[in-house]
């Protein structure tokens, strides 16, 4: 998962090796502790548990789940198929560390498109019992520094439901702005439901 990649510039991105959970909790360049890392098919256990005990808090923001979703294998599933696409360069799929270290959510990149398009949608969760502690905000804020500096991206789309203020203070304190409501947009919750668009541009100079 090292393996070097062209980036839109044409030189090699080189994405980081996956690293064990506390050798990630170490300053960053800018001297911030960092919040996420690279997703590994060890993290399994971990976001199978997190799955089971949010079930209930998740439900009304995400699509309806089988039973399958909340078992390890399920999960090892999900990891690989997104290291997989990652791989590829179309997802940067990461998870959420609290300060010791432990797993509490994710965040992912998906839909990473280069071309004059240079964009990507980002997704993410925070635990119940780990919510309000600033950890979704700083782990936004870590996922656009990655997608503007070391991916060049130009742009990241969000949406979220439309009574999801929690969501849309987390994106608007990253310097997303709204730009309109998409009918229908997604099944969540086994409906079709309406969605806020934002996005944050990248105004660094290419």
Known sequence: MGRPRRRSDGAHYTPSKPAGVLACFSACEHGRVRVTRLVTPGDAPALAELVRVNRDFLAPWEPARSEDYF????????????????????????????????????????????????????????????????????????????????????????????????????????GFVRIGMAPAYLNIAGAWQDHILYQVVNTTPA
């Open 71 to 174: 078992t390890v294998g399920a999960q090892r599933a999900i990891i690989g198929d997104g290291l997989a696409r990652y791989q590829q360069g179309s997802a940067l799929p990461h998870v959420i560390l609290d300060r010791t270290g432990r797993v509490v959510g994710r965040i992912t990149l998906n839909g990473i498109v280069r071309g004059p398009f240079q964009s990507c949608s980002m997704g993410y969760w925070v635990s119940a019992s780990d919510n309000g502690r600033g950890l979704a905000t700083a782990a936004v804020r870590e996922i656009i520094g990655v997608a503007f500096g070391d991916l060049r991206l130009h742009r990241i789309q969000a949406e979220t439901l439309l009574h999801n203020v929690r969501s849309q203070r987390v994106l608007e304190h990253n």
